[in-house]
């Protein structure tokens, strides 16, 4: 069944609270199917840590979760689907496996338990050189001297909740657990010491990598996707982060030879601006952060970028001197964050060329900062390793010998190769998405997951250029507005994105609110600002809810910021003073004032979140619409976004196709359905308006017979209206699915935009 569109689902088990098993998804198949869908895209479904809230801390790849409902409800919730007319897209995980409670991983305890002799020693990326008797090194301790209060319990050793094996044999009678601790194939050590004895998911320490480039790990951990593919239970898979692996492209020919040419295969690659996804990938593209930032991008109006620029400058900042900021952020995670994995890389290429200096981590942090993707060695991206050595040799002419070192590294040892390239990966999203991104409050819309905040929105031209370039190479990769790792809701970013209309209103406002009530950091209180807006209610009632939504989201983005707080080192005075000067702004005056500003703010922020959903599901592509994103939502960073979705309240929208959202995703999903080959193969032929307003219309051809069409920068044209700015219609008559109005030959944009501000209008309806 072809993938024309999908609807994110995330799966929770009962332990974890707020379940949405197989049983519930089964129960709303009708809904889904109303709303025009063609695939429910779930998330992780394998076995994963008892009561994940997310499912990415897989411990048994081979077995369906059953607090899910097991593979009997997997099989009911397909059959339910096929009947329906839908099928299944499933997220899988090949990168790593969830190992924070030992018991659950089999394959992980029983590595513990057997060191080098487990079966599954080679499953694991694990650094047996970092020891010096080649033990498993765990940090796990409050400190190494925790390994004292180890104690001894029956085949385990215990520290409070933590639970370890004891290998056969090793524990005597009388001895104390530090004793037995010694005699392990492991050796525990405090989580500060910036050591770890195996391949992390980024520096989390409970997910430890697996090593697909062995045929025989690759075969056991996909047994379970081979079957529903043989069975033809699913249509398709997105891959979670192939950029972890040690051979990207080579696992992916071995999973399309799995799961056969027609799947639907899709990864989760965050692609630079710049960076083309390489065509030689077996897959039909990426997960469509690419897609997300042009959809919304087109949004932000550019006249906006002075006013805010200045805004976020005027506490004494430089915007200019962002990207020499970026790159000592990732100077900063390579050294410190990823200090161990650093030092394995450095290891290694050491003992390829016989040869070490004490500047090689200086040298290949510096070398990482001017590496602009997540990883550089697929074909199309030959040339980016080289650059970074040569400008890096520019920068910083004192490397010049540890950079030879690390040339001749790389050319000797593709292992050296393959561990720069994890690392640079692991630096930039540790660097940018965790850090960076909560650091640059200029419009803070722009700092998503594939974008990059300095450059100020996408032009109608780049926009059309880059759908053409993605209608023509990667028709059917996805696009998405809102994912389970999206820094803020798409409606939330849509009303953010519109400071850009207002920058001067803005700042007036924000300096106005500082002087009333001082925030403990000024570039801190930019960042909050823009997401308090985003989501405050339009009626002023700020709930019991929100106020703890938005503190718990406060925290995080202190906290990942690091420059007065940290995850690893709270300051706990600056946090209860954050939190203190929120609380004044949910009481006090500035309450009112947000209201009001909202209010009149809120007519064009919806405006602006219906257009980048028009577009974001008729553009060329695969839609994706995140669970619930069907009306307005709110929700920021994770796990924000992954609260329970009112099912009731959406199919009573649906019902009576009142409510402006659900009406643009219903129609444009169900002509989806009717003219598949229109959104698949029909290419993108930009619409140009004409008249004095004629850059407030973004339009567009799918096909012939299908035409988009959607207002932007309203608050402009708030005062004197859309003038004489006209449409030129291809010839023939149209019908905008959306309003019902019929329409030919030249039209004007009040008349298009008189019921909704878009238009999907479609050629040769009755």
Not at 53 to 79: I, K, N
Not at 184 to 196: F, K
Not at 483 to 488: F, N, S
Not at 591 to 610: G, P
Request: net charge negative; aromatic share 8%; glycine share 8%.
């Amino acid at each position: 069944m072809a993938v024309l569109s999908t609807y994110r689902l995330q799966m929770r088990g009962a332990a974890s609270g707020d379940a949405f098993t197989f049983a519930d998804a089964e129960e709303l198949v009708d809904y889904f199917a109303e709303l025009g869908v063609s695939h429910l895209y779930l998330s992780p479904i394998l076995t994963a840590a008892h009561g994940s809230t997310h499912g990415y801390d897989v411990t048994d790849p081979t077995t369906v979760s059953a607090e899910l409902g097991g593979p009997e409800g997997l099989h009911r919730l397909a059959a339910a689907a096929r009947a329906a007319g839908l099928g299944l897209v499933v997220d899988i995980v090949p990168n790593h496996v969830g190992v924070d409670v030992p018991r659950q991983n089999a394959w992980w305890w029983d590595l513990l338990t057997h060191g080098r002799r487990s079966e599954y020693a080679s499953f694991f990326d694990i650094d047996w050189d970092l020891d010096p008797d080649g033990r498993i090194i765990l940090p796990v301790l409050g400190s190494d001297d925790d390994v004292d209060d180890l104690v001894v319990d029956g085949d385990q050793l215990r520290l409070g909740d933590l639970a370890y094996p004891i290998a056969p044999g090793t524990a005597d009678a009388g001895a104390s657990g530090a004793q037995v601790h010694d005699r392990q194939h492991y050796r525990l050590v405090g989580w500060r010491s910036g050591v770890c004895g195996y391949r992390r998911f980024f520096s989390i320490t409970s997910l430890a990598g697996l090593r697909q480039e062995d045929r025989a790990v690759f075969d056991t951990t996909h047994t379970e996707v081979g079957r529903w593919f043989s069975a033809e239970l699913v249509d398709g898979i997105r891959i979670d982060h192939p950029d972890g692996l040690s051979d990207p492209a080579g696992y992916l020919v071995w999973l399309r030879q799995l799961i056969g040419p027609h799947a639907w295969l899709v990864i989760e690659k965050i692609l630079a601006v710049d960076e083309a996804l390489d065509l030689s990938l077996p897959v039909q593209g990426t997960t469509g952060y690419d897609a997300l930032r042009e959809a919304g991008g087109v949004f932000v109006d550019p006249s906006g970028e002075e006013a805010l620029t200045e805004l976020v400058e005027s506490p004494g900042g430089d915007y200019a001197a962002m990207p020499d900021v970026a790159r000592r952020l990732k100077v900063q995670a390579v050294t410190a964050t990823l200090a161990s994995e650093l030092a394995r890389l450095c290891r290694t290429a050491v003992a390829t060329t016989g040869r070490d200096h004490p500047l090689l981590p200086d040298a290949v942090a510096a070398v990482l900062s001017h590496v602009g993707v997540y990883r550089s060695d697929y074909p199309a991206l030959s040339a980016v390793l080289p650059g970074a050595l040569a400008a890096t040799a520019v920068d910083h002419p004192h490397l010049d010998e540890p950079l030879t070192l690390l040339a001749a590294a790389l050319a000797g040892s593709p292992e050296v190769e393959v561990r720069l390239q994890q690392l640079c990966g692991a630096a930039t999203a540790k660097s940018m998405e965790d850090c960076l991104f909560y650091r640059d409050a200029r419009l803070v819309s722009l700092n998503e997951v594939g974008g990059e905040p300095d450059k100020f929105g996408v032009s109608t031209a780049e926009f059309h250029r880059r759908a053409a370039v993605r209608a023509a190479l990667w028709p059917q990769a996805m696009t998405t507005l809102s994912t389970h790792d999206t820094k803020r809701g798409e409606d939330v970013r849509a009303r953010i994105g519109v400071l850009s209309q207002v920058p001067s209103l803005w700042a007036e406002m924000v300096r106005g609110w500082e002087r009333v009530n001082p925030s403990p950091d000024a570039q801190t209180a930019l960042f909050l600002w823009q997401n308090i807006f985003g989501v405050w209610p339009t009626d002023g009632a700020v709930t019991d809810e929100l106020r703890h939504r938005l503190h718990a989201y406060t925290e995080k983005a202190i906290r990942e910021a690091a420059l007065h707080t940290a995850w690893n080192d709270p300051d706990d005075g600056f946090e209860s003073a954050v939190h203190a000067w929120l609380d004044t702004v949910f009481d006090g005056p500035i309450a009112t004032e947000m209201t009001e500003l909202v209010a009149r703010i809120d007519q064009h922020a919806r405006s602006d979140a219906l257009g980048q959903k028009l577009i974001a599901l008729t553009a060329p592509g695969v839609p994706d619409v995140y669970q619930g994103t069907e009306l307005w939502e709110d929700s920021l960073v994770d796990p924000d976004n992954r609260r329970p979705v009112d099912y009731a309240a959406r199919r009573e929208a649906l019902r009576q196709l009142a409510h402006p959202k659900i009406r643009v995703v219903r129609t444009a999903l169900q002509l989806r359905r009717e003219r598949p080959e229109t959104f698949l193969a029909g290419g993108h032929r930009p619409v140009l308006a004409d008249g004095e307003n004629a850059g407030h219309v973004v339009a567009f051809l799918r096909g012939d017979d299908v035409l988009v069409a959607v207002s932007r920068w309203t608050v402009r044209l708030a005062d004197n209206g859309w003038g004489d700015t006209t449409v030129t219609l291809p010839t023939g008559a149209w019908t905008d699915r959306l309003s019902g109005a019929a329409y030919s030959g030249t039209v004007r944009a009040e008349d298009l935009f008189a019921n909704l501000p878009v238009a999907l209008l479609v050629h040769g309806d009755d």
